[in-house]
């Protein structure tokens, strides 16, 4: 069974631009959840999509957004990029929103100048 | 909210026995649960409690102690392949999301 799929790996932006990213989760997997981690603040949720709908949100501006597709992949947007965003973002999938496990993707780090 | 505290570093020695805390102020969860994180790797699920009590998977062993807001995982017969970062996490019954510890970046020495 394939693994969760993140693309792309390696990202470089610059102040303002906007940037997507896309999460393949593992088949049968409906739930997916996006992660920001850096090194000074370690893990932090973005937000987590179940069958199409965003069911939580983590405590970031408006600029990041993301959506899940009927398929279960998703995307996470992150609009007039900062030099903060700079980060390793990390999708996770799970068989649903109250599974313990998740399985996380090799990240897309993204750097912002 | 929740909070997890973590010891930043812990160094052992191959074949020692290293035992990591995570301590939490939370107002509900399901469960703690621990994933491992290789340098430039993605975090992979170690084991997870919701139960007080101890959790056995091979050379890991995990603990918590819900009246003591503590859990523990335990490594033993440590390889050098273990060096890496191990985090703790709670899946919190309100908001349902996970927050994760800081981690604990473990360095295992020949």
């Known amino acids: 069974k394939a693994g969760v799929t993140q693309t792309p790996r390696y990202l470089i932006k610059t102040r303002g631009q906007q940037v997507t990213l896309s999460c393949s989760p593992i088949?049968?997997?409906?739930?997916v959840s996006w992660y920001q981690q850096t090194p000074g603040q370690g893990l932090q949720f973005l937000f987590e999509y179940f069958s199409e709908t965003q069911r939580n949100k983590g405590n970031f501006p408006g600029r990041f957004s993301g959506r899940q597709f009927s398929n279960s992949r998703s995307e996470m947007n992150v609009s007039t990029l900062e030099l903060g965003d700079s980060a390793l973002y990390l999708c996770a999938s799970s068989l649903a929103t109250t599974n313990e496990k998740l399985f996380f993707g090799s990240g897309t780090q993204l750097s912002v100048l | 909210g929740q909070s997890l505290e973590q010891p930043s570093e812990v160094t052992a020695v191959e074949g020692a026995i290293v035992q990591i805390n995570c301590t939490y102020q939370t107002s509900g969860f399901y469960g703690l649960s621990w994933y491992q994180q290789h340098d430039g790797g993605a975090p992979t699920f170690l084991s997870y409690n919701g139960l007080d009590g101890l959790e056995e998977t091979g050379r890991f062993s995990s603990f918590l102690s819900r009246s003591d807001s503590y859990g523990y995982l335990l490594l033993q017969e440590l390889q050098m392949k273990d060096s890496a970062s191990y985090f703790c996490a709670v899946r919190d019954n309100y908001g349902q999301n996970f927050v994760f510890g800081p981690g604990t970046r473990l360095s295992v020495l020949p």
């Open positions: 088949s049968g997997h409906r739930s």
